[in-house]
Structures are given as C-alpha cells and as structure tokens.
C-alpha cells in the first residue's frame, strides 16, 4: 500500500482539501486498498481544527467530503509516507529542512509536479481569498490529482 501525503502552512485549506481529493476519486476508482492519504501543515497554527469553513464548504459543493483536524508535519511523517507533496515552494523548503530530510529528497515533491498545463509551480493560498479563490484550488487539485492517480496506478515503483 502506497502512502501519499499532502502538505501545506495550516493544514486547513489546501492540503485536507487534496486529501479529500485524492480519497474520493480512490473510491470511484475502487482503489482505496492500494493507497492511504493524509494531510498536514508546516506549521502548528491549527492542530486539533477542522478545515476552514469555506474549504468544507467549497469540497461538498463540488461532491467531495472532507473527514480531517488539522495537524503539524512530523520528521517520522518522511519515513512513514512514499510521496510527500508540497501545494507551494515555501512549504517545500520547510519539508526539506527537517533533519531527516536528505535522506527522503526523492519522495518530496510540489503537487503542481502533476499539472501538466501548470503555468507556475505554487497552488494559491485560498485563505485570505473569495468563494472563487477556494473554487480555483479545488480545480487545480482536482486536475492534479487526476494526472497523479494516472502516474501511481500505471508505476510499479
């Protein structure tokens, strides 16, 4: 079983967000029992919260439900996940500054890795932003996560 993990600041907009993503479309696909998801922030602004009202909002509008409390990366998080995905470049360097960090280069990457008709490498912080913000988000994630799921169920690895 594959462990992917998704990563952002607060762990209350974007990456419970791609989390929820990822686990709806495991479900359509019926491939829950080939991966496991879960998601956290560089940062300890929200461990224990749920996700922002506007992103629970945002997810059922779209089908999608979100079941998370928000919680702080861990150094142990790099030995237990195979994949671990960045929504921006800050968030990035903060996974890379762990201690345990060099040892795990190659399974820390950007979630616009996946975009293939990405134009940058960041998906936007929705948090100080509209219902249209929250919406952009969950469109990129969205198509993201298609182009991951393409890659992960067609890679042996």
Known sequence: MKKILFVCLGNICRSPLAEAIFVHKLKEKDLSHHFKADSCGTANYHVGDKPDPRTLQNALSNGVSINHLGRQLHSNDLEEFDLVLAMDESNLQNI???????????KIKLMRSYDVDQKENSVPDPYYGTEKDFQQVFEILNHSIDRLLIELTSDNR
């Open 96 to 106: 890379r500054r762990l201690p345990n960090a060099s040892n795990h280069q190659h």
